[in-house]
């Protein structure tokens, strides 16, 4: 998120990272492609931008 204010300019960038134990893949199937909806609405109702989502 790029933004300024009167006295300053700003650019916030976050890195979300899932590591569950014993590197089990948990996120799969329909509940990978809800999470994948879901941070993307998020995106789009408080002006973000995604740059990148992937599963290894």
Do not use: A, S, W
Not at 13 to 39: A, M, Q, S, W
């Amino acid at each position: 998120m790029n933004g300024k204010t009167n006295h300053c300019v700003y650019n916030i960038n976050y890195h979300i990272v899932f590591c569950p134990k014993y590197r089990h893949k948990v996120i799969t199937g329909r509940v990978e492609d809800t999470v994948k909806l879901t941070i993307q609405e998020i995106c789009n109702t408080y002006g973000y931008t995604l740059i990148q989502m992937e599963r290894p």
